[in-house]
Nanobody, 124 residues
Framework: QVQLVESGGGLVQAGGSLRLSCAAS????????MGWFRQAPGKEREFVAA????????YYADSVKGRVTISRDNAKNTVYLQMNSLKPEDTAVYYC?????????????????WGQGTQVTVSL
């Protein structure tokens, strides 16, 4: 069992930056692929970014490509999401997720564990 706890969300003006963190429990974090998803009110949960177990492979949604960087520190059991040039349409609850298989996964159904989410609000 893996527990995931997100942090770093908040209110930021358009054009600003935030860094989200996701701390994982357990000794097998380094084997897991990790992903970030987001869900805005009234919308489905959507993929944002993913990273494989080693950090050597990453993938981004087109909507955030060039503005967002996913990274991980396996020694700290933590995955990060650096978000720059934020837009009002980035407003959502952001969730991190873990996949036991280790490879990059783009769909929510591919993940085994989820955090509770952290709110990101981008104002004009």
């Amino acid at each position: 069992q893996v527990q995931l706890v997100e942090s770093g969300g908040g209110l930021v003006q358009a054009g600003g930056s935030l860094r989200l963190s996701c701390a994982a429990s357990g000794r097998t974090f380094s084997r897991y692929a990790m992903g970030w998803f987001r869900q805005a009110p009234g919308k489905e949960r959507e993929f944002v970014a993913a990273i494989n177990w080693s950090g050597g492979s990453t993938y981004y949604a087109d909507s955030v490509k060039g503005r967002v960087t996913i990274s991980r520190d396996n020694a700290k059991n933590t995955v990060y999401l650096q978000m720059n040039s934020l837009k009002p349409e980035d407003t959502a609850v952001y969730y991190c997720a873990a996949d036991r298989r280790g490879g990059v996964v783009l769909t929510p159904s591919g993940y085994d564990y989820w955090g509770q989410g952290t709110q990101v609000t981008v104002s004009l």
